[in-house]
């Protein structure tokens, strides 16, 4: 439903890339309106810390499943959670040049 979690998660997701998209400069900055990487890498930041904690989530809920005898797609789960975290990780450290 409009209020359960997933949806929360999902709405939360949505506000940080519309307040990434309303920083956002035109292709071709002039030189008066210098292209501004700082308020999307901060969107970026504010954005992983959740998706880091819901894949904390999202991993211990799939461990407990499995351990209650749920198939081997809820297993994939644990092992996609710590990927995506993973990854998120590397990116965000990709973009210290731009701090």
Same mark, same amino acid.
């Given at each position: 439903?409009?209020?359960?979690?997933?949806?929360? $998660?999902?709405?939360? #997701? $949505?506000?940080?890339? *519309?307040?990434?998209?309303?920083?956002? !400069?035109?292709?071709?900055? !002039?030189?008066?309106? *210098?292209?501004?990487?700082?308020?999307?890498?901060?969107? =970026?930041?504010?954005?992983?810390?959740? #998706?880091?904690?819901?894949?904390?989530?999202?991993?211990?809920?799939? !461990?407990?499943?499995?351990?209650?005898?749920?198939?081997?797609?809820? *297993?994939?789960?644990?092992?996609?959670?710590?990927?995506?975290?993973? #990854? =998120?990780? *590397?990116? $965000?450290?990709?973009?210290?040049?731009?701090?």
């Amino acid at each position: 439903g409009g209020d359960s979690e997933a949806c929360k $998660v999902a709405w939360d #997701i $949505v506000e940080e890339l *519309e307040a990434a998209d309303a920083h956002r !400069t035109p292709a071709n900055p !002039t030189s008066q309106q *210098e292209l501004s990487y700082g308020p999307l890498i901060m969107s =970026l930041d504010l954005l992983s810390a959740k #998706i880091d904690r819901k894949m904390d989530e999202l991993n211990k809920l799939s !461990t407990s499943l499995v351990e209650s005898g749920a198939g081997p797609e809820v *297993e994939r789960l644990a092992y996609a959670s710590e990927e995506m975290k993973g #990854i =998120l990780e *590397e990116a $965000v450290r990709s973009l210290d040049q731009y701090r």
